[in-house]
Nanobody, 123 residues
């Protein structure tokens, strides 16, 4: 079965950085658009970044553009999210997800989800 397993979260101070990872198994990694989403306490899950399977193109939410970088290692079947200049507003549980669609930021259009990794950012 498909498994997406996130790691790399943890407490970080404002201005700091983290690299999140998502190890994928049970799916043809190169045939899936992979995305990062996050959910802060009391808020809906929101799109953060995606990388398309078709051309490797990346797309970011306005709130993280210029601070976060999404990438993927096809040999390791692993998705990454490099973050920097974190603020308390980035505090959330971060999820990776996969879809066969291209360029979608819609949560409901992703078929597979990881269990999430927490990223608390202290001020």
């Amino acid at each position: 079965q498909v498994q997406l397993v996130e790691s790399g979260g943890g407490l970080v101070q404002a201005g700091g950085s983290l690299r999140l990872s998502c190890a994928a198994s049970g799916l043809t990694f190169g045939s899936y658009t992979m995305g990062w989403f996050r959910q802060a306490p009391g808020r809906e899950r929101e799109f953060v970044a995606l990388i398309n399977w078709s051309d490797g193109g990346a797309y970011y939410a306005h709130s993280v553009k210029g601070r976060f970088t999404i990438s993927r290692d096809y040999a390791k079947n692993t998705l990454y999210l490099q973050t920097k200049s974190l603020t308390p507003e980035d505090t959330a549980v971060y999820y990776c997800a996969g879809t066969r669609r291209i360029g979608t930021t819609i949560t409901a259009e992703y078929d597979y989800w990881g269990q999430g990794t927490q990223v608390p950012v202290s001020s």
